[in-house]
């Protein structure tokens, strides 16, 4: 026992050390969750609500920093310590500061894999970084990632050592000076441009997996046979491998069924327990893998029975259509641009409040405004029945109006096509989003 004492209280006196260390940067207008961040409880929710797995390990927290010119090596020392997944900017991040298109933001921390990680496959995701990061562990590329918007994944098992993981993250990040969907950032914001938001802004996560796993799932619900349809893209399934769909209303089971891994499983739900805004109903889904009469893999998720189109109403007019009733969408346009965390919100308690709020107000939609949010933002909405007229970010130098003429080029078309693309496939299952608005205001347009 005599010996352990040191160990704990040095252990102790370094926790009370690290701690000290983050400070909230000045922050003119700080919101009411500004004070409960700190480096032990940075956004420390699920990420993924749509496929859930019981293991993970959430990466954010304190990370150390660096900020030096593009055409320099990975630096030896670095600047201080920024508090992820808020973005260099922002005041929660502890930093503050700005940097250009001459420059590159450097991130680096270690980590260690829990002892019962050892078998199958570690994948490292990342929420969201903007706008290029370029991913490294212990000294190897992991790859590249051009998109400030968009999840994204990296197997990291055959870079793995033993003991700690060294994991290092370099971000380019050219705002209004590049040609890439950025928003409502500019470097130099006034009138109804905003702050820049550059590095890491999304939740940073391992997660332990199967060698053969369920990667991704695509949910189609059609209420008028009363159906809905679950895809699973499995890593190395073949012709004898099975899938398992189970669809449970509360601790209910609604109905089930098997079938091949490689196709579509239908299952029917008659009649439908409808989502709409009213009454946001949702089924729990629970997705297993099986390979020779065994489970390899499961993830649980949910979804949402709802119909949106255009059609006519009673009177012959023209509107939008929820589960085949004319219902006007009444709401905000959604900016998602906090105070203290800028694009990240401080906590998601603050997250939901703000939705809370608009269902408060009699609100039953929102517009998100040229920005894609967390997917937890969604989860929410979903929860709370708001629906989501969801822009694509807008991005090229069309804002300045001395280059208003200047056509899109073939690599920044081809950029939006990728990241138009990837917004839709990460947030297809969820039932909020009603519709897809790929211009705002023909920003862009081409």
């Not at 799932?217 to 499995?234: F, M, R, Y």
């Not at 690599?411 to 947030?427: D, H, K, N, T, V």
Request: glycine share 8%; aromatic share 12%.
């Amino acid at each position: 026992m005599k010996k352990t004492q040191p160990v704990l209280v040095l252990i102790f006196v370094l926790g009370t050390l690290i701690q000290a260390q983050y400070r909230l940067a000045e922050c003119p207008l700080p919101t009411r969750w500004s004070g409960q961040v700190s480096p032990d409880n940075a956004r420390p929710e699920y990420p993924r609500p749509m496929m859930q797995r019981e293991q993970w390990l959430n990466l954010n927290g304190l990370w150390q920093y660096a900020v030096r010119p593009l055409d320099q090596a990975q630096p030896e020392n670095f600047d201080g310590e920024i508090l992820a997944p808020f973005p260099l900017e922002s005041a929660l991040s502890g930093v503050a500061k700005r940097f250009d298109e001459t420059q590159q933001l450097w991130y680096q921390r270690s980590f260690t894999l829990p002892d019962d990680w050892e078998e199958g496959r570690v994948l490292l995701h990342f929420e969201a970084v903007d706008w290029q990061a370029r991913v490294y562990l212990n000294n190897q590329a992991l790859g590249v990632h051009r998109g400030g918007y968009d999840p994204f994944t990296f197997d990291i098992t055959d870079y793995l050592q033993p003991g700690a993981q060294r994991l290092v993250v370099a971000v380019w990040d050219p705002t209004d000076k590049g040609t890439q969907p950025r928003g409502k950032q500019v470097q130099k914001p006034g009138g109804i441009f905003y702050t820049p938001v550059s590095g890491i802004w999304g939740t940073v996560w391992l997660e332990p997996v199967p060698a053969v796993y369920i990667r991704d799932l695509k949910i189609t619900t059609d209420i008028d046979p009363g159906s809905v349809s679950v895809a699973a893209d499995i890593t190395g399934a073949t012709a004898g491998d099975a899938l398992a769909v189970a669809v449970y209303s509360g601790q209910k089971t609604v109905v089930q069924g098997t079938g091949r891994a490689m196709e579509p499983i239908k299952l029917e739900i008659k009649p439908p327990e409808l989502w709409q805004p009213q009454r946001p109903f949702l089924y729990d889904l629970e997705i297993s893998f099986i390979r020779n009469g065994q489970v390899m893999d499961r993830v649980r998720s949910y979804f949402g029975m709802r119909k949106i189109a255009v059609g006519l109403d009673e009177k012959g007019v023209t509107r939008l259509l929820l589960n085949d009733t004319y219902l006007f969408h009444k709401g905000p346009l959604d900016q998602g641009f906090w105070p203290d965390g800028i694009y990240t919100a401080p906590t998601e308690e603050a997250m939901a409040y703000d939705l809370q709020v608009l269902k408060k107000l009699g609100f039953n939609m929102l517009r998100k405004h040229v920005k894609v949010e967390p997917r937890r933002f969604y989860y929410w909405c979903d929860r709370l029945g708001l629906m989501v007229w969801q822009d694509m970010p807008s991005g090229d130098r069309y804002i300045r109006p001395e280059e208003a003429d200047i056509e899109r080029t073939p690599e920044s078309a081809q950029q939006f096509y990728r990241e138009l693309g990837r917004m839709i496939e990460s947030l297809y299952n969820h039932p909020s989003i009603v519709m897809w608005v790929p211009f705002n205001e023909g920003w862009g347009q081409f």
